[in-house]
């Protein structure tokens, strides 16, 4: 009688052992799926200001654009931190069109591109984005 309770108390202690290990391995997954869905309900917020920053100062004007157009999707309100950034991204983008209109010769694209950017060039306020500008404007020879 005595062995077999023995018997049972060491199966109990090895089956809260299993437990423990099981509940250990579960741990990791579940943090990892919460991470997950926190970190992509926090995406949909859209890009800030110091992102969009980031960006420009590395001179990733392409990335900025990008993120400017995902901000604009996701519905983010632009702040007065923000307007050069979408300013800025629109001149670039529409420097870009016009290059690539005027290499492939179709010049009435062009100009019409070329008047959005001097549009979206007057909506710059501050001088390090007009500054980035001019090396834009060297680069896709926008007169």
């Known amino acids: 009688m005595k062995n077999k309770k023995n018997r049972v108390n060491i199966i109990g202690k090895l089956l809260y052992l299993v437990v423990a290990v099981l509940v250990l391995m579960i741990i990791p997954s579940a943090a990892e799926n919460a991470y997950d869905y926190f970190r992509e309900k926090q995406s949909r917020k859209g890009y800030t200001s110091e992102k969009l920053y980031e960006d420009f100062c590395d ?25 050069d ?21 179709k010049t009435d694209k062009a100009s019409d591109t070329l008047e959005i ?27």
């Not at 001179?59 to 307007?83: F, I, P, W």
């Not at 983008?93 to 290499?103: G, K, P, Q």
């Open 59 to 83: 001179g990733d004007y392409g990335r900025l654009s990008e993120k400017v157009a995902y901000n604009r999707a996701v519905g983010r309100t632009v702040t007065e931190d923000d307007r």
């Open 85 to 105: 950034y979408y300013a800025f991204s629109a001149c670039y983008n529409s420097a870009v069109d016009y290059h690539m209109y005027r290499t492939a010769g």
């Open 117 to 143: 950017f001097y549009q979206n060039e007057s909506e710059l306020n501050h001088l390090i984005f007009k500054d980035a500008l001019t090396a834009v404007k060297e680069v896709y020879e926008i007169p």
